[in-house]
């Protein structure tokens, strides 16, 4: 089977071996061993290639196949949209996963799969985390040690009209110079940004440390005059 770019090599008890004591191995194509669990998980979603060998001499080599074909993938993209382990937003990245793996008899249709990212994906094979059933369609996840793990609800979409009405309700102009910045790309005038900040910090009162800054109306009016005169020089002659 073929994950990727890497070429992996699986006799046929080993995938679909539940115990530790089934005879096979897997190992890479250049001969590097490879746990079965791995094995089981880069065979959830590769290209197959099945190959009869004897006395490892090759008898007969089958045509390649998808564990899962496009169009159930696509299917399957529709309905998770991104990864289904409880909490996790990946939308992209993701592999089809079996619940109830091919190799120990589970089949390759929409109900028995599942969309995991690359990271959880491992979880549930190498990881020691489980995952099944539940009722009404939903998804089961738990940790090494038995315990569950909640569910984590969708976050609701807002409404189309809700921020419109809540800049509305604090009176906060929206128009199409909203998002021009005053800012026109010269050097930060650092005495004067240290001033403004002075100026309106309410610990320097009277009575506080006597700070020389100017006030902070004509900072504000020194501004809007500077702005003024840059968008008179730029307008077109």
Same mark, same amino acid.
């Given at each position: ?14 995938? $679909? ?9 897997? =190992?890479?194509?250049?001969?590097? $061993?490879?746990? /079965? ?40 993209? #529709? ?10 937003? =990946? ?11 091919? $190799? ?10 599942? =969309? ?74 650092? $005495?004067? #940004?240290?001033?403004?900040?002075? #100026? ?9 440390? =006597?700070?020389?800054?100017? /006030? ?22």
């Amino acid at each position: 089977m073929e994950a990727g770019e890497a070429a992996v090599e699986a006799c046929e008890a080993a995938p $679909a071996a539940g115990d530790e004591g089934a005879a096979g191995a897997c =190992q890479l194509e250049r001969g590097f $061993a490879l746990d /079965p669990e791995t094995a089981r998980r880069l065979a959830c979603d590769a290209s197959l290639v099945r190959i009869l060998e004897r006395d490892g001499r090759p008898l007969s080599v089958g045509r390649r196949t998808r564990s899962v074909p496009p169009a159930l993938r696509r299917a399957l993209q #529709s309905r998770d949209r991104r990864c289904r382990f409880p909490g996790c937003c =990946q939308l992209r990245f993701l592999h089809a996963h079996h619940i109830d793996h091919w $190799a120990h008899g589970g089949p390759t249709e929409l109900s028995n799969l599942v =969309q995991l990212c690359r990271y959880h994906h491992r979880l549930v094979h190498e990881g020691g985390y489980t995952l099944e059933r539940a009722a009404a369609g939903g998804l089961r996840f738990r940790r090494p040690d038995g315990r569950p793990i909640p569910p984590v609800p969708d976050s609701e979409r807002g409404e189309p009209g809700e921020i419109e009405r809540r800049n509305h309700s604090r009176r906060i102009p929206i128009g199409p110079d909203t998002c021009v910045p005053r800012w026109w790309g010269d050097r930060l005038d650092l $005495a004067l #940004s240290i001033d403004c900040i002075v #100026s309106r910090d309410p610990r320097m009162s009277d009575d506080g440390p =006597q700070i020389a800054a100017w /006030p902070a109306p004509d900072i504000e009016r020194r501004t809007a005059e500077a702005h003024e005169a840059d968008l008179h020089e730029m307008k077109p002659l």
